[in-house]
Every structure is written in structure tokens, then in C-alpha cells.
């Protein structure tokens, strides 16, 4: 039995173009979970190697309907 308050988690594959760091986030109801190394700013995922070049996404994130 699925619960509709249950966050809905999908992992994104997201590539960084000045280092190109692959690295698997996790996002809950289309957010991004924070981590140390990257966040999540105007819609675009930042990697924290300096560059100002947002990340690839190599996985689309999933639109939810609840
Ligand atoms: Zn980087």
C-alpha cells in the first residue's frame, strides 16, 4: 500500500561541465536533497568545484501527480 504522504524519492545522475564530476543526487518531490558538494539554485544543480557552469542532468526528473 502506497501512502500519497510518503515523499516520492528519485536519484538523478547530474554531470558537472567544469570538472566533469558524475555524481547521483537524490531528490524528493522534485527537489533536490542538499549535500555538501552540490546545490540546487534558480532551477539549475551547482557543483562546488567553482565553476559557475550549472550541472548536466543526465536524468530527467519526474513530474509527480499526487
Ligand atoms: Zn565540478
Known amino acids: 500500500m ?6 516520492k ?5 547530474v554531470s558537472c561541465p567544469g570538472c ?5 543526487l537524490l531528490f524528493v518531490n522534485g527537489k533536490m536533497v542538499p ?4 546545490k540546487h ?9 567553482g565553476t ?7 536524468t530527467s526528473i519526474k513530474r509527480f501527480n499526487y
Open 41 to 49: 539554485r534558480l532551477g539549475n544543480i551547482f557543483h562546488s568545484c
Open 20 to 24: 566533469n564530476t558524475l555524481e547521483t
Open 2 to 7: 502506497k501512502s500519497p504522504l510518503i515523499p
Open 52 to 58: 559557475e557552469r550549472p550541472c548536466k542532468m543526465l
Open 9 to 13: 524519492e528519485q536519484e538523478v545522475v
Open 35 to 38: 549535500t555538501r558538494k552540490f
